[in-house]
């Protein structure tokens, strides 16, 4: 490794890309086309980036597979970071095996965690917990910050806000020792998700937003919880899942907010069948419905019925209603938006486990209210929200450093 390389190197793991470029921007080597295209990550052309990290590779040669192996792993992290999911996990994994068959631990080690992170944003939080190893406390601390966000990321979907904070700090003092900002930057954001509004609490006509944690409080709440982000209504160690069966929940939610009280047929047809006006055919079909409900709710509540409709009967002593802190059609687009990068449909698309047109027809009505914006043309577009600055996250190194 010549002088000029090991200084790029040094740059990039100090969050310098140009100081890199300046070393390496005419070089056309192997080692100096890594570089670049590390540093063309770090400043946010990806697509220039993987191209110098696919001629690196093909550039090192069948002989050198410890640096064919790490140029795949840093490709890797930049089609995250672009958020192309569906990039080859297979091939990670193989550069992965490479990389601890021949002692490098460090990036053996991030590898796994781009794995773990990939499984966690496409939402296999136990497959995402299962390849995230043990850290070994002589990695270094951008490497034990990454790992510490991803354990971070899999406790907050599991509602574990103690071991998110303690992930969290974690990654937050490892970051200070790396001295990256970009990546400080990162932990700064994971930790305002628990400080912000993760739902809506509504209880008898009234609503109020809540933290993460007081979501964590409410699963062990003696009530009757109709769950409008998960689809489900649960109580009394039971959970009844209606996902799959929306005018059912469509009923069950409406009887809940309207608890103690009833509510009307009319009512009851407009919100389940979204109809104008009700008629008979519709009455008919709402007392089916009805019945349908109270047989897949009959060990958690009753449905009774009054003169004007129908009322919630529940076992428990109270009924609550847990609402997304923003509801719209596509309120679950502009979720996985609101992490500030560029997503493309298809990554969406797999991320929720929709169709890539319902996807495309989603971004296309974002779009036209101005809620998202799209740039690129054809497979190359990318959506992302406007207003929500995007971080780009510390890339791989192509080589270690020398001592």
């Known amino acids: 490794m010549d002088s000029l390389i090991t200084a790029a190197a040094r740059a990039l793991a100090a969050g310098d890309p140009l100081g890199a470029l300046n070393r390496v921007a005419l070089r056309e080597d192997a080692p100096a086309l890594a570089l670049r295209g590390i540093a063309m990550a770090q400043l946010g052309d990806f697509d220039r980036a993987k191209a110098l990290l696919r001629r690196a590779a093909r550039g090192f040669g069948a002989r050198e597979m410890v640096a064919r192996a790490r140029c795949i792993v840093a490709e890797a992290e930049v089609a995250l970071a672009s958020r192309d999911l569906g990039w080859p996990a297979k091939a990670l994994d193989a550069a992965r095996v490479v990389l601890e068959e021949h002692g490098d631990t460090a990036n053996a080690a991030h590898a796994r965690y781009l794995a773990a992170r990939r499984l966690l944003l496409i939402g296999r939080l136990d497959d995402a917990e299962q390849a995230l190893a ?9 490497l034990r910050a990454a790992h510490a966000l991803v354990a971070a990321g899999i406790a907050i979907r599991r509602l574990r806000t103690g071991p998110a904070r303690a992930a969290l700090v974690r990654a937050g003092q490892a970051a200070r020792e ?7 930057l990162e932990v700064e954001s994971a930790s305002r998700v628990l400080a912000a509004p993760a739902a809506r609490l509504i209880a008898r006509g009234a609503e109020r937003p809540l933290l993460l944690e007081e979501v964590e409080a409410l699963q062990d709440r003696p009530a009757l919880i109709v769950d409008a982000c998960r689809h489900v209504v649960r109580g009394a160690g039971a959970t009844v899942t209606l996902a799959t069966r929306p005018v059912l929940f469509a009923i069950a939610r409406a009887l809940a907010e309207a608890w103690p009280g009833d509510v009307t047929r009319d009512a009851l047809v407009a919100r389940a069948f979204r109809a104008k006006e009700a008629d008979e055919s519709h009455r008919a079909r709402l007392r089916v419905e009805v019945g349908r409900l109270r047989a897949a709710l009959r060990s ?13 009967v529940p076992r428990a002593a109270e009924v609550l209603v847990l609402a997304r ?5 596509h309120a679950a687009v502009l979720a996985f938006l609101a992490d500030g990068e560029a997503w493309s449909s298809s990554a969406l698309a797999l991320a929720l486990g929709a169709s890539q047109r319902s996807v495309q027809r989603a971004l296309d009505a974002l779009a036209a209210s101005g809620k998202v914006q799209g740039f690129g043309r054809g497979r190359a577009q990318r959506w992302m929200t406007p207003s929500v600055p995007g971080f780009t996250t510390a890339l791989l190194l192509p080589a270690p450093l020398p001592e």
């Open 300 to 312: 958690l509540a009753g449905i009774g019925a009054t003169q004007r409709g129908f009322t919630l």
């Open 134 to 142: 043990t850290p070994d406390p002589a990695l270094p601390p951008a």
């Open 325 to 329: 802190p923003v509801e719209e059609r």
């Open 178 to 184: 790396a001295r990256i900002p970009a990546l400080m």
